[in-house]
C-alpha cells in the first residue's frame, strides 16, 4: 500500500510501498478514502513542537474510511462500515479525565499521525474503541475535515460558553476557521471573522460572517471594541501577534480560546487589562468522541458545509506548500479513491 512519509523534520514526505497491516487485538484495519490536510500536519512534518513524532511516520488525523479487518475482540464495528480516525487514537479510559468526559486530556494518550501512523496512506490500523463512525449521508471527503477542523472548532465553541447574542471573533478563516464560524452562528452568536486574505474574508462571508475585519490593515482589537468587544475569541491563526489582536478586542469577562499552536508560540497577555477586565485565556484541544458524534450529527442534519478540494496522495508536498502560502480556499483533503 501507498503511505506518504515523514522520512527527517523539514524535509518533503516520500511516497513509500508498505507491506498491508494487521490489525492488533482492539485494532481495525480501514482501508482510506480520503484524508484531509490539518495544519498540525505540517507542524508535525517539520518538528516545530516542544514534544516531537519519532520519524519516519505516517502523518493524518483526519482518516477517514470502510473498515476492512477487525482485530480480535473487536464487535461493535463491522466490515464495510465507514469510520473516522481522529487526532485522539487512543486514550487509557481509566483516569480522572477519561472518566470525567475530557478524555482529551488523558496523559496516557496515542495521537494519530504523530504517535502512531495516521491517514496519509491507502490503509491504516486505529484503535476500534476511538474510531467514530460516520453517520450514512455523510460523504467521506465531507467527514475528513470534520474529524479534525470541525471537532476542534465545536469544542472551543463549547469552551467558550458561547450564547446566542453574543459576538464571537474567528482569527483565521482556514480549515478550521471556515467551520468554526459555521459553529458560532449555529450557537446563535454574531460572527466578526479575522483573516488576512480577500479570498478568506469572502469564504466567511459566505458561511454566515456579520462583521469581516482585515489584519492586514485593521486594527483588529479597536474594530472589535467599536462592536462592544467579542464575548469570546477563537484564535485558529498560526501567528502568535494575531493571539494578541484579538485578545485587545474582547469585552469586558470575554474569553480568548487558544486553539492554533505556532512553532515555539509565546503571547504577551497584559496583566493590568486581563486582572481589570476580568478577561480568561484558555487552552483548548480537539475534542471528544461525544463532540465528534454531535459534529457528524449536525453535518448529516444539513446544517454545515464543509469546503474542500481533493487531490491526489502523491501531490502532498505541493499541497503542503499551498496551505503554507495561504492558498487553500479552506480545507485539502487527499483523495485516495482515485488512482487506485
Ligand atoms: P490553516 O492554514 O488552514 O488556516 C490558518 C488561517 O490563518 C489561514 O486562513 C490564514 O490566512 C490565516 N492567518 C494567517 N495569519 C493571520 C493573521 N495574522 N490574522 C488572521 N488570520 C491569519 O490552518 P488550520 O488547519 O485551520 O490550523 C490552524 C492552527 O490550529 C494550526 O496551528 C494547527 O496546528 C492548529 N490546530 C489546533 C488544534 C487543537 O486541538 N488545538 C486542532 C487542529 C489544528
Ligand atoms: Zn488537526
Ligand atoms: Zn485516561
Not at 517539520?46 to 511516520?57: A, E, I, L, N, S
Not at 474569553?255 to 515555539?264: D, E, G, I, S, Y
Not at 464543509?306 to 499551498?322: F, G, H, K, M, Q
Request: hydrophobic share 45%; proline share 5%.
Amino acid at each position: 500500500m501507498k503511505a506518504a512519509v515523514v522520512r527527517a523534520f523539514g524535509e518533503p514526505l516520500v511516497i513509500e510501498d508498505r507491506p498491508d497491516l494487521e490489525p492488533g487485538p482492539g485494532q481495525v484495519r480501514i482501508r482510506v478514502e480520503a484524508s484531509g490536510l490539518c495544519h498540525t500536519d505540517i507542524h508535525a512534518a517539520q518538528g516545530d513542537w516542544p514534544v516531537k513524532p519519532t520519524p519516519p511516520f505516517v502523518p493524518g488525523h483526519e482518516g477517514v474510511g470502510l473498515v476492512e479487518k477487525l482485530g480480535d475482540g473487536v464487535t461493535h464495528l463491522s466490515v464495510g462500515q465507514r469510520v473516522a480516525v481522529p487526532w485522539l487514537g487512543k486514550a487509557c479510559g481509566r483516569c480522572e479525565h477519561c472518566l470525567s468526559g475530557w478524555e482529551t486530556l488523558c496523559e496516557q494518550q496515542v495521537n494519530t499521525g504523530y504517535g502512531c501512523d495516521g491517514g496519509y496512506a491507502e490503509r491504516m490500523l486505529a484503535w476500534a474503541d476511538f474510531a467514530q463512525p460516520v453517520p450514512d449521508g455523510v460523504s467521506a471527503v465531507d467527514a475528513a475535515p470534520l474529524t479534525c477542523a470541525g471537532v476542534t472548532t465545536y469544542k472551543a465553541l463549547k469552551v467558550a460558553e458561547v450564547k446566542p447574542a453574543q459576538l464571537v471573533a474567528v482569527s483565521g478563516i482556514g480549515g478550521l476557521g471556515h467551520l468554526a464560524v459555521q459553529y458560532a452562528k449555529i450557537a446563535g452568536a454574531t460572527v466578526a471573522a479575522v483573516d488576512v486574505t480577500d479570498e478568506k474574508l469572502e469564504l466567511a462571508a459566505e458561511l454566515g460572517a456579520d462583521i469581516l475585519i482585515d489584519a492586514r490593515k485593521d486594527d483588529v482589537g479597536a474594530v472589535l471594541k467599536q462592536h462592544g468587544g467579542a464575548h469570546a475569541a477563537i484564535a485558529l491563526a498560526v501567528d502568535d501577534a494575531a493571539f494578541e489582536a484579538v485578545n485587545a478586542g474582547l469585552r469586558r469577562g470575554g474569553k480568548l480560546v487558544m486553539v492554533a499552536l505556532p512553532a515555539h508560540g509565546t503571547v504577551r497577555v497584559p496583566i493590568f487589562d486581563t486582572v481589570l477586565n476580568g478577561t480568561s485565556v484558555i487552552g483548548s484541544i480537539v475534542g471528544t468522541q461525544q463532540d465528534l458524534a454531535e459534529v457528524f450529527q449536525l453535518h448529516a442534519a444539513g446544517r454545515t458545509r464543509v469546503i474542500s478540494e481533493t487531490r491526489p496522495l502523491t501531490s502532498v508536498n505541493e499541497c503542503i506548500a499551498e496551505v503554507l502560502r495561504g492558498e487553500v480556499r479552506a480545507r485539502i483533503v487527499l483523495d485516495l479513491v482515485v488512482g487506485r
